[in-house]
């Protein structure tokens, strides 16, 4: 399996900006369609955005459309989120996971076979 690594969370004001980055190895990141995930305390974790394996089409989750934007590069095997105009709602761990189901988008954290370790976005009001 392919293994990710999350970074670029930290804590920013409501309005702001972060990228976070996913960094892959072990099997060849065009593999697999590419998803991002986020849990906040005492709730489930739930779909943020998935980008598929050539890194043409996207889609986002309703709370995010127009605010994060989603990439890839499987030349470096790295997929990335920018977050623009960040809200405290969007305060959460942040996760990158790797699909191999072959049908496009999929947005249940169950259809995604590896994940990373998580990266802490704080926004403050």
């Known amino acids: 399996q392919v293994q990710l690594v999350e970074s670029g969370g930290g804590l920013v004001q409501a309005g702001g900006s972060l990228k976070l980055s996913c960094a892959a190895s072990?099997?060849?990141?065009?593999?697999?369609?590419m998803g991002w995930f986020r849990q906040a305390p005492e709730k489930e974790r739930e779909f943020v955005a998935t980008?598929?394996?050539?890194?043409?089409?996207?889609y986002y989750a309703d709370s995010v459309k127009g605010r994060f934007t989603v990439s890839r590069s499987n030349v470096q095997n790295m997929v990335y989120l920018l977050m623009n105009n960040l809200e405290p709602e969007d305060t959460a761990v942040y996760y990158c996971?790797?699909?191999?189901?072959?049908?496009?988008?999929?947005?249940?954290?169950?259809?995604?076979?590896?994940w990373g370790q998580g990266t802490q976005v704080t926004v403050s009001s």
């Open positions: 996971a790797a699909s191999t189901v072959v049908n496009w988008p999929r947005r249940l954290p169950y259809e995604y076979s590896s």
């Open positions: 072990g099997r060849t990141l065009s593999m697999y369609h």
């Open positions: 980008i598929n394996r050539g890194g043409g089409s996207t």
